[in-house]
């Protein structure tokens, strides 16, 4: 019979940051557990810095994933005050910030500047994330491919929202991929020791060998 492997990937969002990568084993299936962006910090931004506008912009982007820097997920006000938690995160020239409401994202490195400390700031830490079982219709049916969601996180590290971003890939994998994350817990980030609610994406990518 063939396992599955199961790759989760966790990246920026409008209100999200990457947590460092773990691995873990699971009867009939491997997980991995990866970044494609540098990885935050969990324990303390050392960076801090605001947001420096050009002269002809009254706000800058902010993205979600590096892959998708045609579709800003917020923005930015001018003289905003942000802890970078990654440098080039996953792209050259894109850092990974946090701000005082719990925005997080990816923002380009021109458009920061100065030294602003930012007090105690830390990313969302995965404290519980199981596997989503790979359903018997998709191994049977052969179903492979990516499903990404957005993750909402509250102050007190439970997931709140899943919704599905990408293509459904059918056979009962997005289903069990959402009700899955929806039980994982999270320490959530903190700003100056206050929690914040944020946003993450989540991809899963699901391969049979």
């Known amino acids: 019979m063939n396992s599955a492997f199961i790759a989760f990937v966790l990246t920026a969002s409008s209100i999200g940051a990457p947590f460092n990568p773990a691995t873990a084993q699971m009867p009939n299936a491997r997980q991995s557990i990866t970044s494609t962006q540098q990885s935050a910090s969990t ?3 050392a960076v801090g810095t605001h947001v420096n506008c050009p002269p002809s912009m009254s706000s800058i982007p902010v993205f979600g994933r590096a892959k998708d820097l045609e579709a800003p997920v917020a923005r930015l006000r001018c003289d905003e005050r942000v802890a970078v938690l990654g440098k080039d995160s996953g792209r050259i020239g894109l850092d990974n910030i946090l701000t005082a409401d719990g925005t997080m994202g990816l923002v380009q ?10 007090g105690f700031a830390t990313a969302p830490t995965p404290t519980h994330h199981d596997n989503p079982p790979y359903s018997d219709k998709a191994r049977r049916d052969k179903v492979q491919g990516e499903i990404i969601l957005t993750v909402a996180i509250d102050a007190h590290g439970k997931v709140t929202d899943v919704q599905e971003l990408s293509k459904p ?3 009962g994998l997005d289903k069990s991929a959402i009700k899955t994350v929806k039980t994982w817990k999270f ?19 699901f391969r049979l060998f």
Do not use: F, H, Q
């Open 187 to 205: 320490k959530p980030a903190t700003w100056d020791g206050n929690p914040l609610a944020t946003r993450t994406i989540v991809e899963l990518t």
């Open 43 to 45: 324990t303390e931004a």
């Open 169 to 171: 890939l059918g056979d």
């Open 109 to 118: 490195d021109s458009y920061l500047a100065g030294s602003t400390p930012p």
